[in-house]
């Protein structure tokens, strides 16, 4: 079945460095989308990337799909406190009308303050 | 409601009893999720309703789990004679049919068997 791989586990910086998630697909990807989970919360939706080289922001967040349609990034510039959580890629498979998503094992982000 | 709800938020049990777990998601949401998060992990998948087609249960671990939605609406999982690698975070989901939509998480409900 649909896996998808997530890196790294977890990341460690201080406020103000920069941060990055990366995340490939088994298979290629009809879209992929982008959760946010804080300590002790409930994923919540970020974003969706649909299109092979898509790049979409969201202020200090950058979020890339691969040409192939089979891997994807999310950047963090100028971490802050904030942004602490586990970032979890989702990916829907090509073809079909099942439409669920095949969730990453996540990133864990600290900030150092 | 605004929000797709979860009840309880919390449960205790002794192993071997069964539990059932609500959830209630946002209305005009036709598909409904279950994914399971253990301590520090990623989500996997248990089972998905999808308007009126049957549901998808490939993700459900073993025959002692089993899910229902009633009236396309709320929807209860049921986990029959509870071992202690049930614990975990039970998380529903729901959105609007089709491949474009994200999904609203609840706020789970955290099994543990004692």
């Known amino acids: 079945g649909q896996q998808v791989m997530q890196i790294p586990q977890y990341q460690h910086v201080q406020e103000g460095e920069d941060f990055t998630t990366y995340c490939n697909s088994s298979t290629t990807l009809s879209n992929i989308q982008w959760y946010k989970q804080r300590p002790g919360g409930h994923p919540v939706f970020l974003i969706q990337?649909?299109?092979?080289?898509e790049v979409k922001k969201q202020k200090r967040l950058t979020f890339q799909f691969g040409e192939a349609k089979k891997n994807s990034s999310l950047h963090i510039t100028a971490t802050q406190t904030t942004d602490v959580g586990t970032y979890f890629c989702a990916g829907r498979g090509s073809g079909g009308s099942n439409y669920k998503l095949t969730f990453g094992k996540g990133t864990l982000l600290t900030v150092n303050p | 409601g605004a929000g797709v709800s979860q009840s309880p938020s919390n449960k205790v049990t002794e192993k071997g009893k069964d539990v059932e777990l609500r959830c209630d998601p946002i209305?005009?949401?036709?598909?409904l999720y279950w994914y399971r998060q253990s301590l520090g992990q990623g989500l996997e998948f248990l089972i998905y309703?999808?308007?009126?087609?049957?549901?998808?249960k490939s993700g459900l671990p073993s025959d002692r789990f089993s899910a229902e939605r009633t009236g396309g609406s709320v929807s209860t999982l049921t986990i029959q004679r509870t071992q202690q690698e049930d614990s975990a975070v039970y998380l529903c989901?729901?959105?609007?049919?089709?491949?474009?939509?994200?999904?609203?998480f609840g706020s789970g409900t955290r099994l543990t068997v004692v």
């Open positions: 990337l649909v299109k092979s080289g």
């Open positions: 209305s005009g949401h036709t598909a």
């Open positions: 309703f999808q308007g009126n087609s049957a549901p998808d």
């Open positions: 989901a729901s959105s609007r049919d089709g491949p474009s939509y994200g999904y609203t």
